[in-house]
């Protein structure tokens, strides 16, 4: 598997839409849902079927559907035992600070040829916010599972987590809402890349964190624990801020309609 990058400088905010933003012990950074009908663009999370796997004649007849629609040149291509390689991108959408190893220069060609571990090169670990808009392309196996993919991403990006805490959705959207369904573990997505098409708004790939209801505290390292409580710490700082900044303007707006009404004539 190969990987190709397209990032952009922007950074994982704290500071936006803290109204209805919230942490839990047993979960993290979800916002609030709304108990009314869902609006457009709502996100929802879906179940369905597995299609039948297609016959090597059937998955020609694709490539070759799959190949005509193609405008960048990412092709997929049949080999002679009935496999193929093609292109997926994964869009990165983590909201947790990511473990990386401390010091240690950035994966040369060299590295990433000769599958050189920068990360076993030192003990020392930090923690930062990867950017919410990163895109990786990678070029992979119809036998690439999900579980390679997310092994292969973090390793790109020498994280050192356990793969265990993230999972690969494949994002669709439909009647004017985004839908999200997590991948299993076994799951191909090139397989799912050829019956979708290239379009990536019929079909994208995005990695997230991995919520199965309760937190293993255990796996987080010791830098981790401590960024989640300085996070803990300026969220509710900045909660009390705004409910101060809230009541004050009500205060205000009180003392505004009593002075109004003390000066109107009885």
């Not at 240690?104 to 003990?123: C, F, G, H, W």
């Not at 793969?163 to 494949?170: C, D, R, V």
Request: aromatic fraction near 8%.
């Amino acid at each position: 598997m190969t990987i190709g990058s397209s990032m952009s400088s922007g950074y994982c905010s704290l500071d936006e839409d803290l109204e209805d933003c919230f942490f839990t012990a047993k979960t993290s950074f979800f916002r609030s849902t709304p108990s009314k009908v869902p609006a457009k663009n709502v996100t929802q999370t879906v179940e369905e079927e597995k299609p039948e796997p297609p016959t090597i004649q059937e998955i020609k007849q694709r490539i070759e559907k799959y190949n005509a629609k193609v405008t960048n040149c990412l092709l997929m291509k049949l080999n002679d035992d009935g496999t193929y390689t093609g292109f997926i991108k994964v869009h990165l959408k983590l909201r947790r600070p990511v473990t990386v190893p401390a010091g240690i220069r950035p994966q040369s060609i060299y590295d990433a040829l000769k599958e050189v571990n920068l990360a076993d090169m030192t003990d020392k670990r930090t923690s930062f916010y990867l950017p919410l808009d990163a895109i990786k392309q990678l070029h992979i196996s119809s036998t690439t599972t999900v579980s390679e993919v997310i092994q292969g991403l973090l390793k790109k990006f020498m994280v050192v987590d356990n793969p265990q805490k993230f999972a690969l959705f494949k994002e669709m959207r439909k009647d004017g809402q985004v839908l999200f369904q997590k991948l299993p573990l076994t799951e191909c997505p090139l397989y799912l890349r050829l019956l979708a098409g290239p379009d990536t708004d019929v079909l994208s790939f995005v990695l997230k964190e991995n919520e199965t209801g309760e937190v293993e505290w255990d796996a987080f390292s010791i830098p981790e624990l401590q960024n989640f409580l300085m996070i803990l710490d300026k969220e509710e700082k900045d909660k009390i801020q705004q409910v101060q900044r809230k009541y004050e303007k009500f205060k205000q707006r009180l003392q505004q309609t009593l002075k109004e009404a003390r000066g109107k004539p009885g």
